[in-house]
């Protein structure tokens, strides 16, 4: 198991460069594979979740290399292979991803099943009612998904939530499917906008993406490209959170500020100053927050990806604040672990009420997930004593050299492994 161990009580201070989004790097890895030619992709972290994925589409065939030290070339060959492999895909939830892409690329596909996560169940219903509106036949057959191209062709699909992964997915096939695709009710963040711009770089005609209606005429053919991603909006958010946390007074760098609006909305709500100038962000935070309340929602609503963060930051507040989780039904476990630090949280459906405390105290804690892991590190920053956080894994899964970034920042923090 790896553990990162934070003393706490030191205010952060300093610069932090923001690396590129895990969640825009995965999705156009996965579309790499409908292009022809060589893609190279800037900007990607080197993070686990990045690590899976080029393993899995090296599985596949795929050759992928690092270039430099955040660039990807991907060239995928003729006969890529259609069938992910279970022992890769259960790592990696984002996975899944390459249903549109190969099956755009082949015709067919067969995708193995990610399986369950720690943040709740995480159907595919929208992904695979998408598909077969393109007139692909999909089915489920010991755990993976077969997909198959019968009568492929631009449709008009409504989505009853705006899942970020099935609009992922369903844009990418529509991309190569003959005729016009409507995509209703869609994900709106900023990853799918990149997705966008990528596969229209591709050669892809893709418009709308932002908006709640994607509209797509498919294309015979798209061509590998040089792109850049995005900065990453939840490392951004995470940092954020930990100067406001220890009260220190941090300078984000490469980030885009409409992408964290809502996340600088609540931390302003918290009592925190923040300052932004073009791709910089400041924030500085001088007494204990100021209970809010926050409801997780896609986007632009408040991130799910950042709410644990958000309620440690409000474990310490000056009052009561209550949280309410509506797209991810477990998220709110990391609660149970911030009590093992003192904190005041009690757990009820999606709403968590924090009553904020004086001080939280260094214990052992475990991360339960990515996001968990990051809110455990953040309240580490501001407990008495040492915070150690077990299954660190999970934080190295998203966060690029966490370690030096928060060391840098002067927190005193270290890896260890058991
Ligand atoms: C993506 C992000 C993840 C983020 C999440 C929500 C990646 C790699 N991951 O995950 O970090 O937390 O968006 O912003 O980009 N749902 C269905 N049926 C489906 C698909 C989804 O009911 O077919 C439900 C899920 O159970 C969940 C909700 O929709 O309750 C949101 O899921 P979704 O937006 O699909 O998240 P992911 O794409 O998996």
Redesign the pocket.
Known sequence: MEIIKVKGGKPLTGRVRISGA??AA??LMAASVLAHGESVIENVPRIQ?VEILISLLQSIGVEVEWRQDSTLAIHVPDNVCQRTPYDLSKRL??S??LLGSIIGRLGFAEISLPGGCD???????????GLQMLGFETQVEHGYILGKAVRPKGSKIYL?????????NIMMAACVVPGSTIIENV?K?P?IVDLANFLNAMGAKVRGAGTDIIRIEGVPILKGVRYGVIPDR?EAGTYMTAAAISGGDVTLENVIPTHVQPVVAKLRESGAKIVEVDDEIRVTAEQKAVPLDIKTM??PGF???MQSQMMALLSLANGTSVIVEN???NRLQVADELRRMGARIKVEGHTAVVEGVERLYGTCVKATDL?AGAALLVAGLAADGTTEVGHAQHIYRGYENVIEKFTNLGADLEAVEN
Do not use: Q
């Not at 943040?119 to 009612?129: A, F, Q, T, W, Y």
């Not at 939530?161 to 992922?168: D, L, N, R």
């Open positions: 895990k969640n995965l999705v979740d939830r984002a899944n991803l943040i709740g169940s995480r159907p595919m219903d929208l992904h695979l009612k009853d939530f705006p899942s970020v992964g099935a609009t992922e994900a963040e990853e939840i896609p986007y991130p799910t990806d797209v991810f039904e996001r």
